[in-house]
């Protein structure tokens, strides 16, 4: 009886693999796979290494205080001659440009022009060919490309960046961007989950507690924004915001427009598109439903027996509310600001749209890093420090707010 319970046990756990083994398999190459490949490429540096071989083994003896010795300037043309005939110069030049801006070209004109040279010295020959090569500060940035992995790009993800010598330091301020749009993503999400916060939760307590019917006709409305696609509610929030629209003509009838003139807050007419109100309104618009439904699936569970049973005891409607109604709610609250500040750092449309220059998050100059420039490895650092932003933020809020610790009742 036990080995047929056994047998019987086991084909049960070898269905129940089966039928999660194409879920489990999805998962792996549609996530994991993606993020690993993202990290990899993060570090993956290898257009110097691959193309100036020889230049990249004398440089290693270099001090970087004088200009390199003879020896390096003639591994250098050698290395140029090999990657102008595999047509590799390009790649050598859009690597350094990211470090030298205006190198690129110079380096593919180098890598045409040396051909010519056969016979040393070739210190003084390569230096004629473009000044660039009389630089210091040259060589050693190709001294700090000359690996195949390299923190290069997350360094600069970050604002920083290795001196001659390997230190990391800080670049100069007016360089000093990508910092800047870490915080402009974080706060943009942050403050349009708090604005869904606040007008959702007010909406899935009248769901929770109107009638079956009202509470149906009202979820339709709730519901109404995942029946179209994002680009059209996008674009509606443009027509909406454009100068001389909808809301500037409201605002005009109103007389909030005068009232804003004369308290000299604002002159002329409003300008709402292409500002961080519009950003902020539109991915608000879109993202309420996701932080109202979880708030929703947890009050429909509360009975109204604990607030019959509060204000029994002599507690006022708002008393008994704030102290045993809300939290209850937590767990919701939790998981649905959880979701919508989450799906808020990857927003790429709609700021893009409806937003400044200045309203621009991460996820656009990922877009415009990999469409434009042609470089995955800052994209997949801008990739790798987004990933690892939401995973401590959600570390942290797990360990403050988070669901576990949160008590029912």
Same mark, same amino acid.
């Given at each position: ?84 005939? !595999? ?6 030049? =859009? ?30 020959? @390569? ?56 915080? #402009? ?27 079956? =019917? ?17 680009? @059209? ?18 605002? !005009? ?46 009050? =429909?569970?509360?009975?109204? !027996?604990?607030? #019959? ?14 102290? @045993? ?45 990999? !469409? ?38």
């Amino acid at each position: 009886l036990k080995v047929a319970l056994a047998r019987a046990e086991r084909r049960e756990k070898v269905k129940a693999v089966g039928l999660v083994l194409p879920l489990f398999a999805f998962i792996i190459l549609s996530f994991v796979v993606p993020i690993l490949i993202m990290l990899y490429n993060s570090v993956y540096d290898p257009d110097v290494a691959e193309n100036l071989p020889q230049t990249v083994v004398a440089l290693k003896q270099w001090d970087g205080k004088e200009l390199p010795s003879e020896e390096v300037f003639a591994a250098f043309v050698a290395d140029m001659k090999a990657a102008q005939k !595999n047509k590799q110069v390009a790649l050598v030049g =859009k690597r350094l440009n990211y470090e030298i801006s205006g190198i690129r070209s110079k380096v593919v004109a180098t890598g045409r022009k040396v051909a010519a040279l056969d016979a040393a010295p070739f210190k003084d020959a @390569v230096i004629a060919i473009d000044k660039v090569w009389g630089e210091a500060e040259t060589w050693a940035t190709i001294k700090r490309s000359s690996s195949v992995y390299t923190p290069f790009y997350i360094l600069s993800m970050l604002d920083l960046r290795q001196d001659a010598n390997g230190s990391i330091e800080r670049v100069p301020a007016d360089r000093s961007i990508y910092k800047d749009i870490l915080a #402009r993503t974080l706060g943009i999400s942050f403050l349009v989950t708090l604005m869904t916060l606040i007008f959702g939760y007010p909406v899935a307590y009248l769901l929770a507690t109107s009638p079956q =019917k009202t509470a149906s006709i009202l979820m339709i409305f709730v519901l109404l924004p995942f029946w179209t696609s994002l680009l @059209v509610r996008t674009t509606a929030w443009m027509i909406l915001m454009t100068d001389g629209g909808v809301f500037a003509q409201v605002l !005009n009838y109103t007389g909030i427009t005068w009232l804003l003139n004369t308290a000299g807050l604002m002159e002329g007419e409003p300008q709402l598109f292409k500002t961080r109100f519009a950003t902020i309104v539109a991915m608000t618009h879109i993202q309420l439903p996701f932080t109202l439904l979880p708030i929703y699936s947890v009050m =429909k569970t509360i009975s109204p !027996n604990y607030m #019959r049973a509060a204000k029994s005891l002599g507690g006022t409607p708002f008393y008994c509310f704030l102290r @045993v109604y809300m939290p209850q709610t937590l767990p919701g609250v939790a998981a649905g600001c959880l979701l919508t500040f989450i799906l808020c750092l990857g927003y790429y449309i709609t700021p893009a749209l409806v937003g400044g220059p200045t309203d621009q998050m991460i996820s656009g100059f990922i877009e415009r890093a990999i !469409n434009s420039e042609n470089n995955w490895g800052k994209a997949s650092a801008l990739g790798v420090i987004l990933l690892t932003a939401t995973m401590i933020l959600y570390y942290v809020y797990n360990k403050l707010i988070g669901i576990d610790r949160m008590k029912l009742g």
